[in-house]
């Protein structure tokens, strides 16, 4: 992913919502359904253990600022994106993950950059992986 932005973005909300999905009729298990501001987000060094987990992760393939503003005529970029298992705290293994995100800009009112990821988490026997 990548953008420039013709306007500098000093004030924006961010959006984030992680959805384990459960088989009906349960419902799907919300983990987290966060909107907060973005530049106190990027900014912040005492972040909760899974926003700063998500910031360290976003800092090894983006070249997104620790603080605002965001700058005009500048291409922002997520590259190369690769989850290291390693980073995520133990969870439920083999279950699908919806992730969306949204980015607001309050200068230009309601100006929406959303994204959804969905993936699925699966265990690989050592037998099966390759050396």
Request: charged letters at 25%.
């Amino acid at each position: 992913m990548e953008f420039v932005l013709e306007q500098p973005v000093a004030e924006h909300d961010f959006f984030i919502k992680i959805v384990l999905p459960r088989r009906r009729p349960l419902p799907d298990f919300v983990l987290l359904n966060v909107t907060t501001d973005g530049c106190q987000l990027l900014a912040n060094r005492n972040q909760v253990p899974l926003m700063r987990l998500g910031r360290n992760i976003m800092d090894r393939f983006s070249n997104f600022p620790k603080q605002c503003p965001f700058k005009p005529n500048f291409t922002y970029y997520i590259r190369g994106f690769r989850l290291d298992l390693n980073l995520v705290p133990a969870v439920d293994m083999e279950t699908p993950v919806q992730i969306e995100f949204s980015h607001q800009n309050k200068q230009q009112g309601i100006r929406w950059i959303t994204g959804y990821l969905m993936a699925r988490v699966q265990r690989i026997s050592e037998k099966k992986r390759s050396k």
